[in-house]
């Protein structure tokens, strides 16, 4: 036990922090999209950062994400010291990505990913898929994919960026909103892209 303390720069060979959390389903696997849950087999070590456990998302947008496994974090807090090394199951362990860039599973179930495109959760287990409403996010994609299976799994960089996203909140920065008339004389307003109308609004103030 003890700290480190360094007035200089710390590196490693890898690109993300992340740290363990618990599973019970063993195939979950580095790039898998999880969500916390319950559980009631709690561990005989640190129980208070560890009631709940990963397991693969399967709802679009799920308010319950908490990111993605990591393959290979550049550091890793373990949550249990060298003295309990032999008390831990490691098949029951994976690590959490909380920062950083990270390979994560997705398909094309709703539709293309482009660099910078927000990363949600999916119906498909562990598989995430472009964000277009808002919603709870997981990461902000790092590389183009395309398939034109949308059954088929790829993996894709991405950000890590578990947060709220919202499409609308940035029309008026880019003036993207128009204000018409419909048939029937009545005011709208729409997206002047994608010609769409707009049925949420929200005021904001700096």
Known sequence: SGFISANTTITANAFDLAENVLIEDTSIEPGDIVVAAPTVNLPGWNQKYNAFIATKANTPYAKEAIGTISEKPGFLMRGYGFDEEDTIDQKLVRPLSLSGRVPVKVSTINGS???GDPITTSTVA???MKATKAGYIVGRSLENYSNA???AVGKILALVSVSWYDPDVYLTSTDDINISQDYSGKYQLT??????IIDRIGAFAE
């Open 126 to 128: 562990g598989v995430g």
């Open 113 to 115: 990913i482009k660099i």
């Open 149 to 151: 299976d949308s059954k």
């Open 191 to 196: 997206n002047a892209k994608s010609n769409t």
